[in-house]
């Protein structure tokens, strides 16, 4: 069992940055890819970053390629989601997720990911 807790959402203006930040705990770090998804209001949920466990790897969503970087320290169990540039279309629910399969993969697991944090609001005013 993996726990993940999401942290630094909130309310920003268009062309701000912000970090979002995913502690996990529970069962070895480094056993997982981890990734972070948002869900828009009446929208369903999509992939937008993923890790793979040796920090090797990064895959990203075309609409946040450029402005978000995924990182993370295993040492702290914690992955990271740098947002540069915001944009009112990033508004949603940003959830971290935990899967046994590869990073690659993630962005096709929206449904079947191992493990999900429990969302942190990100709102982005225009």
């Known amino acids: 069992q993996v726990q993940l807790v999401e942290s630094g959402g909130g309310l920003v203006q268009a062309g701000d940055s912000l970090r979002l930040s995913c502690a996990a705990s529970?069962?070895?770090?480094?056993?997982?890819?981890m990734g972070w998804f948002r869900q828009a209001p009446g929208k369903e949920r999509e992939f937008v970053a993923s890790?793979?466990?040796?920090?090797?790897?990064?895959y990203y969503a075309d609409s946040v390629k450029g402005r978000f970087t995924i990182s993370r320290d295993n040492a702290k169990n914690t992955v990271y989601l740098q947002m540069n540039s915001l944009k009112p279309e990033d508004t949603g629910v940003y959830y971290c997720?935990?899967?046994?399969?590869?990073?690659?993969?993630?962005?096709?697991?929206?449904?079947?990911?191992?493990?999900w944090g429990k969302g942190t609001l990100v709102t982005v005013s225009s």
């Open positions: 997720a935990a899967d046994l399969a590869t990073a690659q993969s993630m962005r096709m697991r929206v449904t079947s990911v191992d493990y």
């Open positions: 529970g069962r070895t770090f480094t056993s997982y890819a």
């Open positions: 890790i793979s466990r040796s920090n090797g790897s990064r």
